[in-house]
């Protein structure tokens, strides 16, 4: 037998001093692969046993199930709640969890089981820890696929006594689990801000929202945007040694994709000379081209009152000459009913693109600026405590990937 290696966490718990060793992940755990059911069999889909992709080895349910012919006729392999499930394939290469139920895996994922004793959740948050590292050592440029033979000659470091490995294991088991409550907590407030922008604007044609604050009764007017507003362009001109210095800032194109009010926190330096169009409070931004219709023309709108701030080129502004209240404004655009006018303009087969003049005709709904304010501010808290979520949610990381890097070797 080859000399093993020995190492010693940064941190450890109390009691125990012996080393870690280092092993291939082949020699402690024996695993296999699934596959899938020929498709087009209907005898081969909608049984009863859990059919698991890729992109549900962290979950308790499925999208697809099989029959017993389904799994005894093809590659498809049984796993059980407790085994290691790693993804090989597709967007999802390098993600590992235990399995939460009984159910078939298909080939884009492995399946691994302990053979001498070691602790699951310790080899699983090895594995999470070394994620980066695998991709990039294995997967150039995000192209490809890891295989069983690669996983399998992964060598990880666990400490020699079981014991440590269950303490280690279990530790991190319940940071995963706090953290799978949150992001439940968080993805539970965004559905639920959803379903609001669904109820509290009116449908196309009609004068009246589903949700209303008490005291308002007036119908809503339904207006073009080219009827109170006109657009501008973004940044023109430039060339890449303009960007990263000087003294002007720019509303860069993720900013107003990911924001409905745009972050004066995340403007990048770029040089500037006059023949630019400053962007001005009130303004709003929208994306001119994604990849899919679905995110084209997003919208995001500028607060704040400060100079020497531009648009980058890959969106165009617009500036309503009308008073409306900004928040309102960012989720009126942001809802269901306008995103649905406005993806319905977007054309392209690769790309999609949307026409400024073409946006300028998409009627959207005005109440009073007195029920603006109301819906504004409402649905302003309500981000706020979104985003105070996800900023606890991503600190949670930190920690964890602190932590990992502490106590493991």
């Known amino acids: 037998m080859s000399e093993l290696i020995t190492k010693v ?6 009691g125990f001093t012996d080393p870690w060793e280092q092993r291939k992940i082949g020699t402690i755990t024996e695993s296999f692969s699934g596959g899938t059911p020929t498709a087009g069999k209907s005898e081969y889909y909608g049984g009863e046993i859990p059919f698991i992709r890729s992109g549900e080895i962290s979950s308790d349910s499925t999208e697809l199930f099989i029959t017993d012919a389904g799994l005894n006729n093809s590659s498809a392999k049984m796993v059980e709640l407790g085994d290691i499930l790693y993804a090989l394939y597709g967007a999802t290469s390098g993600e590992v969890s235990i399995s939460r139920i009984n159910g078939a895996i298909n080939q884009a994922i492995l399946a691994l089981r302990p053979i001498q004793g070691d602790d699951s959740y310790m080899i699983v948050q090895w594995l999470k820890k070394q994620k980066e590292t695998i991709i990039s050592t294995y997967l150039q440029g995000g192209q490809g696929n890891l295989s069983s033979s690669i996983v399998k000659e992964l060598l990880i470091t666990l400490p020699k006594d079981k014991d440590e490995q269950v303490k280690v294991g279990s530790f991190f088991k319940q940071i995963d689990q706090i953290m799978t409550l949150q992001q439940r907590e968080l993805d539970l407030m965004k559905k639920q801000k959803q379903t609001l922008l669904s109820k509290m604007f009116p449908k196309t044609g009609e004068q009246f929202p589903k949700i209303r604050f008490k005291g308002f009764t ?11 507003g006109k657009t501008f362009t973004g940044l023109s001109g430039k060339t ?14 993720m900013n107003v994709f990911q924001n409905a009010v745009a972050s004066i926190d995340q403007l990048d330096s770029i040089e500037i000379d006059s023949k630019q169009n400053e962007v001005k409070k009130g303004d709003v931004f929208f994306t001119t ?4 219709p679905e995110e084209v023309g997003m919208s995001s709108v500028w607060k704040y009152d400060c100079n020497n701030v531009y648009l980058n080129s890959f969106t165009f502004g617009y500036r309503p000459n009308i008073n409306l209240d900004l928040d309102y404004l960012a989720f009126m655009l942001r809802s269901v009913g306008v995103r649905n006018k406005i993806i319905f303009l977007a054309q392209g087969i690769s790309r999609y693109n949307i026409s400024k003049t073409k946006m300028m005709d ?6 009073r ?17 979104i985003t105070l979520q996800q900023r606890k949610l991503d600190q949670m990381k930190i920690m964890k990937k602190s932590l ?5 070797v």
């Not at 303009?242 to 720019?250: C, I, L, P, R, S």
């Not at 998409?362 to 109440?367: M, S, T």
């Not at 600026?369 to 405590?385: D, P, S, V």
Request: hydrophobic share 35%; no cysteine.
């Open 362 to 367: 998409i009627e959207v709904p005005i109440p």
């Open 9 to 14: 966490p940064a941190i450890r718990f109390k």
């Open 404 to 408: 990992l890097k502490a106590m493991f």
């Open 218 to 228: 007036d119908p809503w007017e339904q207006r073009k945007l080219g009827e109170f």
């Open 240 to 253: 890449k040694d303009d960007f990263g210095h000087g003294d002007a800032k720019f509303v860069t194109y």
């Open 289 to 292: 081209s994604s990849e899919t």
């Open 369 to 385: 600026y007195e029920e603006q304010l109301k819906i504004g501010k409402f649905l302003a808290n309500i981000e706020k405590t």
